[in-house]
């Protein structure tokens, strides 16, 4: 019989034997769990690719088309700049004498908005304002009037003259308007030796502009409104127009002649062409205004009265334009506001792209014929 000690070694030599193999039944069943579907899962089948169904990307996405952008414009003509953005600088309003000594003008034709208003002794005298076009000589240059802050201050630039009353002078200030002025050693002046005094005081726009003051050197805001091309302005749908004769008064008579080559109306001094800088006067918009003419109490050096054409107000007028007209009205309703036209229906008038003339024709004494 073997000894204890014996016994007990084999006992142990089998259990180690059985739980070996306990261990890989185990291990054998769970590689089988494994490799098997559960009551709950399908089995996983794999398509090979068919070789005769030929590959395709999805359509890539169609963008939307870009919208063209807006032209940049001159805000007081309407037309293209040919640039990113307007020009960071002021307009410039220039008066400019008419009386028949100062003809032929310089640089007047240059200017974008020109604005015709009768003075004491029924001559009259131009505001040209510049903004697209900076001319280094316009001329003859003259003192400022009473109704002159009111059609520069919506603009909210300078305005360059020689002189003027003291009480005119002030009114252009309180219009928050710069004054630029020779007679307080303002640069940009200069007098010509082929004329007399004072006809012949000339200014450089540029070095007007130059004098900008804090926070002016900046566009103006537009004073009308534009249609985006030549021939879609209001006008297009008016009468054909070929001549106005427009009459101040008794001293000063403007004719307007449709150029069908120009695309203009060609200006006249009664039957005098108007010449600047040995070019014709033309513009591509024509304004007649009818206006209020009152007495300011206030007489020149010579002692004939001052006249103040009513800027605020509202009227009758007509637009010429592209060889036609339209009647038209106009409303201004405070001095720092630019003028709104309306055509007879009530809607906003749209001036072609281009220069325009205003006539300030007084009401009473004033006419225009278009024949």
């Not at 697209?132 to 360059?160: F, H, W």
């Not at 054909?240 to 403007?254: F, H, I, P, Y």
């Not at 001094?269 to 007495?295: Q, W």
């Not at 405070?334 to 006539?359: A, F, I, Q």
């Amino acid at each position: 019989m073997p000894a204890p000690h014996a016994r007990r070694a084999a006992r142990r030599g089998t259990l180690r034997a059985r739980g070996a193999v306990a261990v890989a039944a185990a291990l054998a069943l769970l590689a089988t769990a494994g490799c098997s579907p559960g009551a709950d899962q399908a089995p996983t089948v794999t398509v090979a690719p068919d070789p005769a169904v030929p590959k395709s990307a999805p359509p890539e996405p169609v963008p939307p088309p870009k919208p063209k952008p807006k032209p940049v414009v001159w805000p007081l003509t309407g037309g293209k700049t040919g640039t990113k953005k307007v020009p960071r600088r002021a307009s410039v309003a220039v008066k400019i004498e008419n009386s028949p000594v100062s003809r032929p003008h310089t640089g007047l034709h240059r200017a974008d908005i020109v604005w015709e208003q009768v003075v004491e002794g029924g001559i009259s005298r131009f505001v040209a304002v510049y903004h697209s076009d900076l001319p280094k000589a316009v001329g003859p240059v003259r003192s400022v009037r009473p109704m002159d802050p009111a059609i520069v201050a919506p603009m909210r630039g300078i305005l360059a003259y020689t002189g003027g009353q003291p009480p005119f002078i002030r009114a252009v200030t309180e219009a928050n308007v710069q004054s630029v002025l020779m007679d307080r050693g303002s640069p940009g002046f200069h007098r010509s030796g082929a004329r007399l005094a004072p006809h012949n005081v000339y200014g450089n726009v540029r070095t007007f502009a130059a004098q900008a003051g804090k926070g002016r050197a900046k566009p103006p805001a537009a004073q009308f409104h534009y249609a985006r091309s030549y021939g879609k302005g209001s006008t297009s749908e008016g009468r054909k127009v070929r001549t106005a004769d427009v009459r101040l008064s008794a001293a000063q008579r403007t004719v307007w002649t449709w150029s069908a080559t120009a695309k203009k109306y060609a200006r006249s001094d009664g039957g005098t062409p108007s010449v600047s800088s040995g070019r014709r006067v033309a513009a591509r918009n024509v304004l007649l205004m009818s206006t209020r003419v009152v007495n300011t109490g206030y007489r020149d050096p010579g002692g004939a009265p001052v006249p103040k054409t009513q800027m605020v107000g509202k009227g009758k007028g007509v637009l010429l334009s592209a060889g036609r007209a339209i009647p038209v009205t106009w409303k201004k309703k405070s001095e720092r506001e630019p003028v709104r036209l309306r055509t007879g229906g009530g809607d906003p008038v749209l001036l072609n792209p281009g220069n325009l003339w205003v006539e300030l024709v007084p009401r009473g004494d004033g006419s225009w014929r278009l024949p």
